[in-house]
């Protein structure tokens, strides 16, 4: 849950996240969105992996990278149980 939250706690790595929900992309085009250099979009692509947030294919030359849907579920599913809790209480 801590390489979750370390994902999540960054603006960049969130909107990889909201870009991804609409497709799967290479680190490429996720770059092509950001004016920060490739090497900090590996950084922060490669903390949404350690997350398990996102999964990466390789497929020829590129690298495919796309939402980790199941573990975006449960942490949802996670957050609304807290949210749940509280309301009883």
């Known amino acids: 849950m801590k390489d979750i939250l370390k994902a999540l706690d960054d603006p960049i790595r969130r909107e990889i996240i909201d870009m991804l929900k609409e497709k799967d992309l290479t680190a490429g085009e ?3 969105a950001f004016d920060i250099s490739k090497p900090s979009i590996s950084y922060h692509l490669n903390l949404l992996k350690q997350g398990n947030l996102v999964v990466s294919v390789k497929r020829g030359q590129f690298v495919h990278y ?10 949802i ?6 949210k749940a809790s ?3 209480d």
């Open 30 to 32: 996720i770059a092509e």
């Open 66 to 75: 796309s939402l980790n849907t199941s573990v975006v579920e449960d942490l």
């Open 77 to 82: 599913s996670w957050l609304l149980s807290i």
């Open 86 to 88: 509280k309301k009883k």
